[in-house]
């Protein structure tokens, strides 16, 4: 390889280095509670479901969940808040 007159090779990487350090890099996102099989028991019976997170509601606690549920075409998918009584841990 021949030497170009300016920036050598080792310069112009490092300067791509420092250029890609300062761009945020996707990555998990932080903070967000990780989403867990939970068991719902609604008007359908136990149904499987995935818990998406909590909120505090008076002295309780609701859980926001996504379940499939029955309609007219076979299945949709709902989300929705949920008193934490009707939410059974997974096992």
Do not use: N
């Amino acid at each position: 390889m021949s030497r170009r007159r300016g920036e050598s090779l080792a310069a112009r990487v490092a300067a791509t280095q420092q250029r890609r350090d300062k761009v945020p890099q996707p990555g998990p996102a932080a903070g967000l509670p990780p989403v867990r099989h939970c068991w719902y028991d609604g008007p359908h019976g136990r149904q499987a479901a995935l818990l998406l997170g909590w909120r505090r509601v008076g002295d309780g606690w609701s859980g926001r969940i996504a379940v499939a549920v029955p309609d007219e075409a076979g299945w949709a998918l709902v989300e929705m808040w949920v008193d934490a009584g009707m939410l059974r841990p997974d096992g």
